[in-house]
């Protein structure tokens, strides 16, 4: 299970200077508002994607990301945020014992983390390029 909890998240974006809300609908599950600082996260998720959609916003807060740029560079932001939000929310350690456990299923190791199988492959991504000290 996922040692960070939204409870921890809503901390950090206070102290970012960033606040969080709710909205009501729509296909987005998140959005980041850099001219407002603020988050919208859509009201009734699962609490596992309420909690990576939020880090992954908070990824896009914090590394001052601008939506709507287009092309690569939009590619590239989402990319990072993932990267953000998978930092933040596997340990190493944790990762290992799940891979111990399940092997590489990836919905497996999520499920027993706490995480979307996106971050999962995330993290894996970060680990294989060299991006994050195993």
């Not at 111990?100 to 894996?124: C, F, K, N, Q, S």
Request: charged share 25%.
């Amino acid at each position: 299970m996922a040692t960070v909890t939204v409870h921890d998240l809503e901390s950090l974006a206070e102290d970012l200077g960033v606040l969080v809300s709710e909205h009501n609908g729509g296909a987005e599950v998140g959005r980041w508002y850099p001219a407002r600082r603020v988050i919208t996260i859509r009201r009734g998720l699962h609490p596992v994607e309420q909690l990576c959609t939020l880090a992954h916003e908070l990824g896009h807060a914090y590394l001052e990301h601008q939506p709507g740029v287009g092309g690569w560079f939009d590619a590239r932001q989402e990319r990072e945020a993932d990267e953000y939000a998978a930092r933040m929310l596997i340990a190493p350690a944790e990762y290992a014992l799940a891979e111990t456990m399940y092997g590489p299923d990836a919905r497996a190791i999520a499920a027993e983390l706490g995480v979307t199988p996106h971050l999962v492959e995330t993290w894996r991504d970060l680990h294989k390029c060299g991006k994050v000290a195993a």
